[in-house]
């Protein structure tokens, strides 16, 4: 039998997909660990895999690689797709791309298999790292090319002596390092919000409790003064916060197939370390700085989303991402409250907001009334001659 590995999650359509395959194929499940599973939880998708009559299964943890290669520069960045969501899912994918498609090629593979549909984004994102990383290796996608419905797979399960209760999940979850996406019947269509027991977690905290996150050169490298990786510092902030309930939000986006699609999701850390970050950067960036910033970020997201990560501008960006980073050091001081967080301030050696110089709409210690007159003067030269030469 042909060596084909499968891209395995676990859920109905990775099973799906076991089942029929071992039946014509030599079958080895990978999961890729971005972040968001227990030991017990991944020894669980094991224990699965082989009742789905796969060969072997392995787990890749993925977790610092993922923040390296991805969340970092989305930190930097100050990433968040429509001004809203912080490409929690998408930017796994990528990573469990590229991860699956070394594996299968350092096991000489001839096929690779993933559980995606025809409708949505990830088909895209597969097919491309794979196509790009491993041209030789074919790709199979039964859901895809089967036009299968869920109770079609559910079906044949059964058939196949295979009962795992997939009807009594009402929401489909998807766990990440950078936060977790909930997509259900409400978000089908766009007037509906998700109750509030579709989130994963509930609130559990009353009052206010504060937390300083500590940034060097832009990484989130402690918090309340404890050092750790950056990728652990947001594991243990998404802890403490998620038992406000924070970071609850629903994304509406374009997919990269052309249509809308609207998912719910659950991001405390991320949302926190954005704003947190992007704080200390309008403390401590130019003004020319945070302009090229916005946009070039912007463009770095919408890429990534797209399936784009491959692509060279993307190490160009990064490399701008970084350089920017520089003077981005120090403390950002958060509030958390049920449902929702403040940024109280912060506190750095690189503050431009320097009282050695000027305090806004008070004082000035750099200039005198005729400097401000005079430089007021020339700035306005352009418009002025525009009027004067078009008499408007």
Known sequence: M???VIAYSGGLDTSYCAVSLSKEYD???VSVNTGGFTTEEIKHIESNA???GVTTYKNIDAVATFYNKVVKYLIFGNVLKNSTYPLSVSAERIIQA???????KSIDAEYIAHGSTGAGNDQVRFDMIFQTLAPNIKIITPIRDQKLARQEEIDYLK???IDMNWEKSKYSVNKGLWGTSVGGVETLKSEKPLPSEAYPSQLEKEGEEKVTLTFKNGEFVALNGQENAPEVNIENLNNIASKFAIGRDIHVGDTIVGTKGR???EAAAALITVKAHHLLEKHTLTKWQLQHKEYLSSFYGMHL????YLDPVMRD???FLQSSQKMVSGNVIVSLKPYHFTLDGIVSKHDLMSSAFSTYGEENKAWTADDAKGFIKIIGNQNKIYRQVNNS
Not at 305 to 308: D, L, P, V
Request: net charge negative; aromatic share 10%; charged share 30%.
């Open 317 to 319: 960006t990064e490399a």
């Open 98 to 104: 590229i991860e699956i498609i070394e594996y299968a």
């Open 159 to 161: 058939s196949e002596g």
């Open 305 to 308: 989303h797209e399936g784009q």
């Open 50 to 52: 082989y009742k789905m």
């Open 27 to 29: 079958v080895h499940a």
């Open 263 to 265: 998912v719910g999701f």
């Open 2 to 4: 042909k060596k084909l």
